[in-house]
Nanobody, 125 residues
Framework: QVQLVESGGGLVQAGGSLRLSCAAS????????MGWFRQVVGKEREFVAA????????YYSNSVEGRFTISRDNALNTAYLQMNSLEPEDTAVYYC??????????????????WGQGTQVTVSS
């Protein structure tokens, strides 16, 4: 079992940056692929980025590629999402998630076994 806790959300002006962190409990963090999703009220949860268990492979949605960077530190049991050049359209609750069997379906929320509680990101124009 893995417990995930996100932090780092907040209010930022358009063009600004934020770094989200996802701290995981347990000693098996390095076995999990990690993903970040976001959700706006009334809309479906949207894939943002994912990283393989080793950190070697990363994946991004078209809407964030080139602006966001996903990373992880397995020694610290933490995944990160560096968000630059933020736009008002990035406003959402951001969730981190963990999975073991999602290397081919990393962009599907149903592939993930564990979820954090979410952290709000608000980008003002």
């Amino acid at each position: 079992q893995v417990q995930l806790v996100e932090s780092g959300g907040g209010l930022v002006q358009a063009g600004g940056s934020l770094r989200l962190s996802c701290a995981a409990s347990g000693r098996t963090f390095s076995r999990y692929h990690m993903g970040w999703f976001r959700q706006v009220v009334g809309k479906e949860r949207e894939f943002v980025a994912a990283i393989s268990s080793s950190g070697y492979s990363t994946y991004y949605s078209n809407s964030v590629e080139g602006r966001f960077t996903i990373s992880r530190d397995n020694a610290l049991n933490t995944a990160y999402l560096q968000m630059n050049s933020l736009e008002p359209e990035d406003t959402a609750v951001y969730y981190c998630a963990a999975c073991t069997l999602c290397s081919a379906t990393y962009d599907l929320s149903r592939s993930y076994d564990y979820w954090g509680q979410g952290t709000q990101v608000t980008v003002s124009s």
